[in-house]
């Protein structure tokens, strides 16, 4: 079994993107991703209603950080420290050297190859920070957008589940990426 320490939390950079650790400061934000049907379309939980809801999810992110369960980085533009996206690696199975990542990013950023650049700079954590064996990543399967992402990064569909989940009164199917550190 590998061992995660997330402490001190490490900012990532890319060409374009300064990935660092979500704070409080960050809620407005936070609500206009959890609370946009559009955001959460592909995203099987429900649409956040008050500032309480993201304050706690803002608290559930770095609790996780703290006790080596997980992390997730705010995606921010290098010239404005404003949260557009959240991405990071969490449901970390350390026995396996393996890891789920996730994100997601504010409508106006889409197609604009934030998530691609963004994925890199995890990917890359994972492998050489954390010593991940393996990626793996979790989508709707109508959710093309995404699948072109994980697919551009290198990540192979392995399976796709049918009615796996269930969530808002009906089925819903999953498709599993993955992607091994060669």
């Given at each position: 079994m590998i061992t995660?320490?997330?402490?001190?939390?490490?900012n990532l950079e890319t060409e374009r993107l300064l990935l660092r650790r979500v704070v409080n400061n960050d809620l407005?934000?936070?609500?206009t991703l959890r609370s946009n049907p559009e955001t959460m379309k592909y995203i099987p939980r429900p649409l956040v209603k008050t500032d309480q809801d993201d304050?706690?999810?803002?608290?559930?992110?770095?609790?996780k950080i703290e006790a080596n369960e997980g992390i997730n980085w705010a995606i921010t533009l290098k010239d404005n420290p404003q949260l557009i996206g959240i991405i990071g690696h969490y449901r970390?199975?350390?026995e396996h050297h393996r890891s789920e990542i996730g994100y997601m990013i504010l409508p106006e950023f889409n197609g604009k190859g934030i998530?691609?650049?963004a994925i890199k700079a995890v990917i890359k954590y994972g492998f050489e920070t954390m010593k991940l064996h393996s990626i793996e990543a979790v989508?709707?399967?109508e959710n093309l957008a995404s699948a072109k992402v994980l697919e551009k990064n290198g990540f192979v569909k392995e399976a796709h589940l049918k009615e796996n989940e269930f969530f808002?009164?009906?089925y819903l199917d999953s498709v599993i990426y993955s992607l091994l550190n060669k």
């Open positions: 995660i320490n997330f402490t001190p939390f490490q407005k934000e936070v609500i304050l706690d999810h803002i608290a559930m992110i770095n609790d970390m199975k350390p998530v691609t650049e989508i709707d399967p808002d009164g009906r």
